[in-house]
C-alpha cells in the first residue's frame, strides 16, 4: 500500500525526515504513521477513560469540555486512520494531511487536560492526568519515528502544559518539576530525531542492498536473480490471462577477440557500450538484463512473435558495429539473437529462457548476427532441428526455430 505524501505546508514541514531522503522511502515514513493500530487504540482509551474519570470527579465545564474534546480527536483519528489504510489499498489518494494535523491537535488535548488536572487543586485528578501524559510520550516516540518533527511537537504539546502547569498549581515543590521536563522534553524529542535517522539509514542500506542482488554491478541492468524474479511476477500476474511477453536472449559475436588483443578492461567498456545501447532502445517497463559474460537478456511486454523478431533485428542493427575502445583502439562486435515469446513457446521462466538459448544456438548456426525465433511445432517437424546436436535437441526441448537475416 502506498500513502500518499502531504500536500500543506505545514503537513509537508512536520514529517519532513531530512534531506537526501528517496522518494520511495519517504511513502514508507508515511506509511509508518499510519500502522501500529494497537498501539493507536491503547493510546485513545487511555486518555479517553482519564478524561471521562476526570469529568465524573469534578464534573466542571472544562473537564467536560476536554472529555468530549478527546472523544471527537480520537474517533476522527480512527475513521481516517481506516479510510486512508483502504484508500492506499485501492490505490487512491489518502488523507494524510488531516491525520497529520489530527495527531498534533490530540497532542494538544492531552497537553490540555493536564495542565487543567494541575491547576484544579485535586490531587488526585493532577496525578491521574500526569501519569496519562507522560505515558503517551513513550508511544508518541515509537509510533511517529517517520516524522520526527510531528514527534517532537506532539511530545512538547503534550507534557508542556504540565511544565508550565506547575507555576499556577500553589505548590512550592512542583517547580522541580519545572526545571525537570525541559529536559525530558529535549531528551525524548532528540531521541525521535536519532530513532529516526537510524531507520532512515537502515532502510537505506536495504534499499541498496536489494539492488545490488538484483542488478549487476558492471552494467546496472538487472542479473539473473532479477530477471528470474520479475519474470515470476509478471508470468505469475497473467496466471488467467496468459501475459504475452517475448524473451531475446542475446550473445555478442567477436567479444572475445576483444579481450585477448586488448585486455578484459576493454572487455568490460564494450559490455557497458552494449548495454547503454540497449537501454536505449526499450521502452518503460521492459528489462534488460545481463546473464554474465557476454550474454544479455531483454524482457518485452505486449509484443507478439512477429514484431519481436523486428525487434531483434532492430537490436541487432544497433548493437552491431565498431566500439572506441581510447587511444585510436576499436573493436568490432556483432549479436545473434535467440527469441522466445510466451504463452506460445512457455509459460515459466526455465522453459522461456531454455527456448530462447535453444533459439539462439541455431541463430549462431546460421552465420551469427542473425535472429532466430523459437517454434511451437514438434522439433522433429523442422529441417534444422535434425541438424543440431543431440544435446542441444536436449536442451532445447520441443521448440525449432526461423530466422531473418540481420
Not at 97 to 107: K, Q, T
Not at 296 to 310: K, N, S, T
Not at 323 to 333: K, T
Not at 368 to 396: G, I, Y
Request: glycine fraction near 8%; charged fraction near 15%; charge should be neutral.
Amino acid at each position: 500500500m502506498t500513502f500518499s505524501l502531504p500536500t500543506w505546508r505545514i503537513t509537508r514541514w512536520l514529517v519532513e525526515p531530512g534531506p537526501d531522503v528517496p522518494e520511495n522511502i519517504r511513502h514508507a515514513l508515511i506509511a509508518s504513521l499510519f500502522g501500529t493500530l494497537p498501539i493507536f487504540i491503547g493510546g485513545a482509551i487511555n486518555t479517553i477513560l482519564v478524561s471521562a474519570a476526570v469529568a465524573i470527579r469534578q464534573p466542571k465545564p472544562l473537564f467536560i469540555a476536554w472529555l468530549c474534546l478527546e472523544i471527537i480527536l480520537c474517533v476522527s483519528r480512527f475513521i481516517v486512520l481506516v479510510t486512508a489504510q483502504r484508500a492506499a489499498a485501492a490505490g487512491r489518494r489518502t488523507p494524510t494531511d488531516i491525520s497529520i494535523l489530527l495527531a498534533v491537535c490530540w497532542g494538544f488535548s492531552v497537553g490540555f487536560g493536564t495542565f487543567l488536572g494541575l491547576t484544579c487543586g485535586d490531587w488526585v485528578i493532577a496525578t491521574l492526568t500526569c501519569l496519562s501524559a507522560a505515558a503517551m510520550v513513550g508511544g508518541i516516540c515509537f509510533r511517529n519515528f517517520g516524522a520526527p518533527r510531528m514527534a517532537a511537537t506532539m511530545i512538547v504539546l503534550s507534557l508542556g502544559p504540565l511544565c508550565l502547569g506547575t507555576l499556577f498549581a500553589g505548590e512550592p515543590m512542583l517547580l522541580v518539576v519545572f526545571l525537570q521536563i525541559p529536559f525530558y522534553l529535549y531528551s525524548m524529542s532528540a531521541a525521535a530525531f536519532r530513532l529516526n535517522r537510524m531507520m532512515v539509514t537502515t532502510m537505506k542500506a536495504e534499499q541498496e542492498n536489494a539492488h545490488r542482488a538484483r542488478h549487476d554491478a558492471l552494467t546496472g541492468l538487472s542479473n539473473r536473480t532479477g530477471l528470474t524474479t520479475t519474470m515470476s511476477e509478471r508470468l505469475k500476474a497473467g496466471a488467467d490471462a496468459p501475459a504475452r511477453l517475448a524473451l531475446l536472449y542475446l550473445d555478442l559475436d567477436g567479444f572475445k577477440a576483444v579481450n585477448d588483443t586488448y585486455g578484459h578492461a576493454a572487455g568490460d567498456r564494450v559490455l557497458q557500450m552494449v548495454a547503454d545501447r540497449l537501454n536505449g532502445l526499450v521502452r518503460a517497463g521492459d528489462v534488460t538484463a545481463r546473464l554474465g559474460g557476454d550474454e544479455f537478456v531483454v524482457l518485452i511486454e505486449a509484443i507478439d512473435p512477429d514484431a519481436a523478431m523486428l525487434f531483434g533485428e532492430r537490436l541487432i542493427d544497433r548493437i552491431t558495429g565498431r566500439y572506441e575502445l581510447g587511444q585510436g583502439a576499436e573493436a568490432s562486435i556483432g549479436v545473434s539473437i535467440g527469441i522466445a515469446c510466451a504463452p506460445d513457446h512457455g509459460t515459466d521462466v526455465a522453459t522461456l529462457l531454455a527456448a530462447a538459448d535453444a533459439a539462439l544456438y541455431v541463430a549462431k548456426s546460421l552465420g551469427k548476427s542473425r535472429c532466430a525465433l523459437a517454434s511451437s511445432v514438434e522439433a522433429t517437424a523442422s529441417p534444422l532441428w535434425s541438424a543440431l546436436p543431440p544435446d542441444h535437441q536436449a536442451l532445447a526441448g520441443p521448440a525449432s526455430a526461423s530466422r531473418s537475416a540481420a
